[in-house]
């Protein structure tokens, strides 16, 4: 990703990125390539994901960072305890591969960081944490954002919808994106800048969107 995005977002969580990050590049514990992408070697990343894994190897709810698809889809279909969890990722081959409902999402009111590539959800939006502050959902698999959600994605920093179906901000919106493909990360790149008129005055300017249709 690039430096600016990440430090972005880590801003929007409450961190210090720019002390943080130059911690982590004196140590060479992360680069920086000339494109300004920051990268961290494989083996570190696995390393650092497993230290948090193995504080509770038998009850994954307890870790603050969910990875690993096993523990993820585990937490998601037995709606066990969640409270701890700050960040989830959940990578899926095939978006008809499982569907899980929102319900499972109630009780992580610290979730702050949300990937979920091509999975279905079921349910009311409104159980998604308001803590939320970056939503990565490639392929998100609706028409439109459900006005539950409406209050839990306004503290977001960046959402990320890319092949999604989304064609209109929310039901009965002014707002359509049809053909459109829009890439706000960090750079402004708008192929319509019409359409977003109406959406700017109810969003924060500053607010990162990445839509691809």
């Not at 801003?11 to 494109?35: N, Y």
Request: charged letters at 25%; glycine letters at 4%; a positive charge.
């Amino acid at each position: 990703m690039d430096k600016n995005y990440v430090a972005r977002i880590l801003d929007g969580c409450g961190f210090f990125a720019e002390i943080g990050l130059s911690v982590l590049l004196q140590r060479c514990l992360v680069t920086v390539d000339e494109k300004n992408k920051l990268m961290m070697h494989y083996r570190l990343q696995d390393m650092g994901r497993e230290i948090v894994r193995a504080q509770f190897p038998n009850h994954p709810g307890n870790c603050s960072r969910l990875w690993h698809q096993e523990d993820a889809v585990g937490v998601l279909t037995d709606k066990s305890r969640t409270e701890e969890i700050e960040g989830l990722a959940l990578n899926l081959l095939r978006p008809d591969k499982a569907s899980f409902s929102i319900k499972a999402f109630k009780k992580m009111k610290r979730l702050r960081l949300l990937q979920l590539n091509r999975v279905q959800l079921t349910g009311d939006y409104k159980h998604l944490s308001e803590k939320l502050r970056w939503l990565c959902w490639q392929g998100f698999p609706v028409m439109f954002i459900p006005k539950e959600a409406l209050n839990q994605l306004r503290s977001l920093v960046s959402i990320d919808l890319w092949y999604s179906n989304l064609i209109q901000l929310w039901e009965h919106s002014m707002v359509y994106y049809h053909s459109l493909n829009l890439d706000i990360n960090c750079f402004l790149r708008i192929l319509r800048l019409d359409t977003l008129l109406f959406y700017l005055r109810w969003l924060d300017s500053s607010l990162d969107w990445t839509f691809n249709r």
